[in-house]
């Protein structure tokens, strides 16, 4: 088989899968479709969509429907208190740890960044990863920007990523925001490397103080809305401000607002797409990580 060939299989393949992840996104509350019913959506056979299904997504549809159902969900929401309670309590004073990488950051308002954006320069690039085609911004004190490709397509998620930064200058360099990618979706961090990764974010003190109580999520946990903001000192009430400021994250997966859900263990929003908060849920619950390689 030629590399094109090969590569407009695999890219087949990747958007079959998609198809799968959004069946399930559609039925989260429902009884779980069989293997044979998604084999069917999918227009493959059963063996077929097996086997095509296990190495795009590294688990079998069964373990990864097992660990992205609704009443996991609730289980999850239910029995997670003490854990939580623990991880608010530690704070995010210095290092955070997080998807087994340490992470810090550095937080300015609009109005400070209104005054210090002469100058600023940041850099951005699209890559191939985990979850789909992937758009970093980053600049010297940090990464700035993490999006994933969507209906929207490639110059309108970038646009909407860029007008988060009016005043600065924007620059293409793939190379530049490479070593970010390599440490975020990396297994472990490389040997002896202990420089973490730093994000640079600009947002109210609302805003940030909800990001900062994302970041405390313990991986493969979930949150609701009034929780969280229970939890960073609002009252249940302030759900739907949460709501907001969660929507507003401009660093998905690092700042995880894939965890957060609806009281009722239902998915909620997720601004890339259900599919790939599934997909997210899915990676960390079961602690194996994901293949999909290939921009659908």
């Given at each position: ?8 299989e ?43 299904f ?15 159902s ?7 929401l ?36 209104k ?24 600049t ?7 999006a994933?490709l969507?209906?929207?397509g ?7 990523m860029?007008a988060?930064?009016?005043?600065a200058?924007?620059?293409?360099d ?21 420089r ?32 969280l903001a ?7 009430r302030a ?12 660093i998905?997966?690092?700042?995880p607002?894939?965890?957060v ?19 997210m ?16």
């Amino acid at each position: 088989m030629s590399p094109m060939t090969d590569e407009l299989e695999q890219q087949r393949d990747y958007q079959r899968i998609g198809k799968a992840l959004d069946r399930l996104a559609d039925t989260w509350a429902e009884t779980r479709p069989s293997l044979g019913e998604l084999a069917d959506y999918c227009g493959m056979s059963e063996f077929h969509f097996q086997r095509v299904f296990q190495r795009w997504v590294g688990l079998s549809p069964k373990k990864f429907l097992s660990v992205v159902s609704l009443e996991q969900a609730k289980q999850a929401l239910d029995g997670q208190a003490d854990l939580l309670n623990a991880s608010f309590d530690a704070g995010l004073s210095g290092p955070g740890r997080l998807h087994d990488l340490f992470v810090t950051y550095e937080a300015m308002t609009p109005g400070e960044y209104k005054r210090a954006a002469d100058g600023l320069t940041i850099r951005w690039g699209w890559h191939d990863g985990v979850f789909g085609k992937t758009l970093l911004l980053a600049t010297d004190r940090g990464l700035c920007g993490l999006a994933f490709l969507d209906s929207r397509g490639i110059d309108g998620c970038f646009q909407d990523m860029a007008a988060r930064w009016p005043e600065a200058t924007l620059v293409e360099d793939p190379s530049f925001t490479q070593p970010y990618m390599d440490r975020i979706f990396s297994d472990t961090a490389p040997v002896g490397d202990d420089r973490g990764i730093r994000l640079f974010l600009k947002g109210t003190e609302f805003q940030v103080k909800v990001w900062e109580g994302l970041m405390r999520i313990p991986s493969g946990d979930y949150m609701t809305y009034g929780n969280l903001a229970e939890r960073i000192g609002m009252p249940s009430r302030a759900a739907r401000a949460v709501g907001t400021a969660v929507g507003a994250n401009p660093i998905s997966w690092l700042i995880p607002c894939h965890r957060v859900i609806r009281n009722s263990g239902m998915l909620g929003g997720y601004r890339w797409g259900l599919p790939r908060k599934i997909a997210m849920m899915g990676f960390e619950r079961s602690g194996q990580g994901l293949r999909l390689d290939v921009a659908g």
